[in-house]
């Protein structure tokens, strides 16, 4: 819970008006599922120079080797291609001998990296009892090694992918369905072409899907891409573990490169793996009519297999995170669970990206990525106030004394933008506007701003400029209206500050000796108003 508060006869400060906190809104069990790096003690640093000088050369020639015989059969791929597309399936001749090339070729490769033994539990069901398996938790280029113990199914693969040489052959030759993320009809026609494979009732072979759509650290499972759960088939879902001492094939975007990952897994003496079939998750109506929530109820089942957590992170708060990288911020500064974000709030990656630029800002002169209460102060050219601190205390969602760009963003949502009426301008406008004369001059906004924090040495002319954009002198309503709607903090401040100053002339009607430790009802407000119509959106 979080509310205003009001100073005591003993220095501490009490809440006055409870404000409701969203338990879906709260931070994740895993902050930051994208970050991952490998702790080498003293003992493995000593293996890998000893394994580079011995095993790694033996390993590269066999890579190098098996690569030589690997080049004429990926011209039978390229052959199948150019012969049949994607437009149908292979024939069951030609499907049966790709099928056995790729998975010879495919487990000498893994086995020479030093994926030795390969454990699978349970059974692969039939594309026609399952279409579609479903791998989560997607954590690694080497989850490849999926595909030879499902028996080289059809995947979903990046466009980018058909174009390295030798991989790319070996690609098509399982008919692939190519997603380019520059192509902005790229989704919809791989859900047309999943759904049209899905229910073809076995004449396409099987596909694999990764739903989570990036790699991740394996501590949680974040959300599933819909694409596999909407032609509403049964899916099998499919879990992959790596049970080693030491951790050298995790791939996160906060990580060693996938060059460096290859060169520690080279120098492993073995890297285990553990290939998972769960049972096939047959859909009800319910699910069938609603890809998410199928999704959502497959990746709990599969995380409750895995004992892992759920988390609302995607590929966006990836995207995010780059761009944090780019505004000098850290980059975990960009995460904020979009998928949850974006559908309690009603928010688009682009308004989300806007206001990671205005965030970094303001964060711009800490250290941390994060808004402590001196800068909140600075950005809005005010001193620390009490209605100041009542508003940073709202925006600070779990009361550290910071402000995160994930608690920034919910905080201008559910918080400022109810308030940033126009009812609530205009009477802001109309309390600045002393002589009602229809503009707010410089004296005028001084006068009424200096009394609200008691501060008559008061500087607000660099506020008032940054208003005052035409250097008239004097603000009209329109535009005081028009500043107020791209400023909506203001407007939070404003409310709080009236809500503080009734509470306080209620306080001054009733009895001087009135125990103010207990709680006390107090007179409706702007601010009760507009902060539960927004803070109590449907879970």
């Known amino acids: 819970m979080s509310s205003l508060s009001w100073p005591l006869r003993d220095g501490r400060w009490r809440r006055v008006f409870p404000v409701a906190r969203q338990s879906s809104l709260y931070q994740p069990t895993v902050l930051n599922p994208f970050i991952y790096q490998v702790r080498l003690g003293f003992t493995d640093k000593l293996r890998i120079v000893l394994a580079s000088i011995t095993l790694l050369p033996l390993r590269v020639v066999c890579i190098f080797v098996l690569a030589i015989?690997?080049?004429?059969?990926?011209?039978?791929?390229?052959?199948?291609?150019?012969?049949?597309?994607?437009?149908?399936?292979?024939?069951?001749?030609?499907?049966?001998?790709?099928?056995?090339?790729?998975?010879?070729?495919?487990?000498?490769?893994?086995?020479?990296?030093?994926?030795?033994?390969?454990?699978?539990?349970?059974?692969r069901a039939e594309a026609t009892e399952a279409p579609i398996l479903v791998v989560a938790p997607h954590s690694t280029f080497f989850d490849a090694i999926v595909n030879i113990v499902a028996d080289i199914p059809s995947i979903v693969s990046r466009a980018e992918n058909a174009d390295v040489p030798l991989l790319g052959p070996f690609l098509h030759s399982v008919q692939p369905i190519l997603v380019s993320r520059n192509d902005t009809d790229s989704r919809k026609h791989t859900i047309e072409e999943i759904t049209k494979r899905a229910t073809s009732k076995g004449k396409w072979p099987q596909l694999m899907i990764f739903p989570e759509g990036t790699c991740t650290n394996r501590a949680c499972l974040i959300t599933f891409k819909s694409g596999a759960f909407i032609p509403g088939v049964p899916v099998q879902p499919v879990l992959i573990r790596y049970p080693?001492?030491?951790?050298?094939?995790?791939?996160?975007?906060?990580?060693?490169?996938?060059?460096?990952?290859?060169?520690?897994?080279?120098?492993?003496?073995?890297?285990?793996?553990?290939?998972?079939?769960?049972?096939?998750?047959?859909?009800?109506?319910e699910?069938?009519?609603?890809?998410?929530?199928?999704?959502?109820?497959?990746?709990?089942?599969?995380?409750?297999?895995l004992d892992v957590p759920m988390t609302d992170h995607t590929f966006e708060d990836c995207r995010l995170m780059i761009s944090a990288g780019e505004l000098t911020l850290p980059m975990e500064a960009g995460l904020v669970e979009f998928t949850k974000i974006s559908r309690k709030l009603n928010l688009k990656w682009d308004n989300v990206r806007k206001q990671l630029d205005c965030f970094a800002t303001i964060a711009s002169k800490s250290k941390g990525g994060r808004i402590g209460i001196e800068?909140?102060?600075?950005?809005?050219?005010?001193?620390?106030?009490?209605?100041?601190?009542?508003?940073?205390?709202?925006?600070?969602?779990?009361?550290?004394?910071?402000?995160?760009f994930r608690e920034y963003v919910i905080g201008l949502v559910i918080l400022c933008s109810p308030a940033n009426t126009e009812e609530t301008v205009r009477f802001a406008f109309q309390m600045f506007d002393i002589d009602e004369d229809g503009y707010i001059t410089e004296d005028e906004f001084s006068s009424l701003l200096r009394s609200a924090f008691s501060l008559h040495d008061l500087d607000v002319s660099q506020l008032f400029k940054t208003i005052d954009l035409n250097g008239h002198g004097k603000i009209s309503y329109?535009?005081?209206?028009?500043?107020?709607?791209?400023?909506?903090?203001?407007?939070?401040?404003?409310?709080t500050y009236l809500d503080l100053q009734r509470y306080k002339a209620w306080q001054s009607i009733t009895d001087d000796d009135v125990d103010l430790e207990k709680p006390?009802?107090?007179?409706?407000?702007?601010?009760?108003?507009?902060?539960?119509?927004?803070?109590?959106?449907?879970?």
């Open 69 to 123: 015989f690997a080049w004429p059969c990926s011209l039978f791929g390229r052959l199948c291609h150019y012969t049949y597309g994607n437009r149908e399936p292979f024939p069951s001749w030609n499907r049966r001998v790709s099928q056995v090339m790729l998975k010879v070729l495919g487990r000498a490769f893994f086995f020479c990296v030093g994926f030795i033994q390969i454990k699978v539990k349970g059974k």
């Open 244 to 285: 080693n001492r030491l951790d050298t094939i995790t791939w996160t975007w906060q990580g060693h490169a996938a060059s460096m990952l290859t060169y520690l897994t080279l120098c492993q003496p073995c890297t285990n793996v553990e290939v998972e079939f769960l049972p096939v998750y047959v859909p009800n109506a």
């Open 287 to 305: 699910e069938r009519s609603d890809p998410f929530l199928y999704a959502n109820r497959v990746r709990s089942t599969m995380a409750t297999e």
């Open 375 to 404: 800068e909140f102060a600075d950005h809005l050219k005010l001193p620390i106030s009490p209605p100041l601190r009542e508003v940073f205390a709202l925006f600070d969602r779990n009361g550290d004394g910071t402000i995160d």
């Open 478 to 495: 329109e535009t005081f209206r028009e500043f107020a709607m791209t400023h909506p903090e203001y407007a939070k401040l404003f409310t």
């Open 520 to 539: 006390q009802k107090v007179a409706p407000s702007i601010c009760e108003d507009s902060c539960e119509s927004s803070d109590k959106k449907e879970d």
